[in-house]
């Protein structure tokens, strides 16, 4: 156990807080201060994707492990909060199900690729699909009053549409990822 995995595991720890502090904010269209401490949860556990990126980098700990629980652990964090938001917050269903369909895909062609012996690092693509999507969900942690709707209607329209780019790169990418690593051609 390594640094960046020691804060990977801290994020995922964090979501179960995070979901218990949108229970008790419930569906207020105010900022009670479980939503406050919500949010700060969330930007911790946002944050915390940033460092075990950083940390693995930084001390040169990029491991397999590393590679496949940091996307897992974003994952977790982001379908937490939408499902979160889908109960309290009023979020559609069907950006919810779009984007489940598009993170159950992707997480089982990463364990088909690491079962072959191939790495499935997050792409730049991905990257900036969880950006988007996580600032999304920071915005739909704020009641939907004033012009904070529309906010959160972009961003869940610009969401959605990177997310189903992602998955279709990474669909795209499916057949060298499923091919054997001691089949893949010489690079």
């Known amino acids: 156990m390594n640094p960046a995995n020691i804060v990977t595991w801290a994020r995922i720890a964090l979501i179960p807080v995070f ?6 904010a419930g569906d207020s269209t ?25 940390l693995a980098r930084k001390l040169d700990i990029i491991t397999p492990m ?9 994952k977790f964090l982001v379908l937490a909060a939408l499902f979160s938001l889908n109960i309290f917050r009023g979020l559609p269903v069907w950006a919810t199900v779009i984007i489940v369909v598009r993170e159950v895909a992707v997480v ?3 364990s088909a690729a690491m079962r072959r012996g191939n790495s499935m690092p997050a792409a730049h693509h991905a990257k900036n699909k969880t950006a988007l999507q996580l600032v999304m969900v920071l915005a739909w942690l704020f009641p939907r009053t ?17 997310t189903v780019y992602s998955g279709v790169r990474y669909g795209l990418l499916s057949k060298s990822l499923l091919t054997p690593a001691e089949e893949s051609p010489a690079t």
């Open 19 to 24: 979901v218990y502090l949108m229970y008790r």
């Open 30 to 54: 105010r900022m009670e201060t479980a939503t406050w401490w919500a949010l700060v949860v969330y930007l911790v556990a946002t944050f915390s994707d940033y460092l075990d990126g950083y």
């Open 108 to 110: 089982a062609l990463r």
């Open 66 to 74: 590393g590679q496949f629980l940091d996307p897992l652990a974003d």
């Open 146 to 162: 004033g012009a904070m709707v529309v906010v959160q209607d972009v961003l869940l329209y610009a969401a959605v549409a990177v």
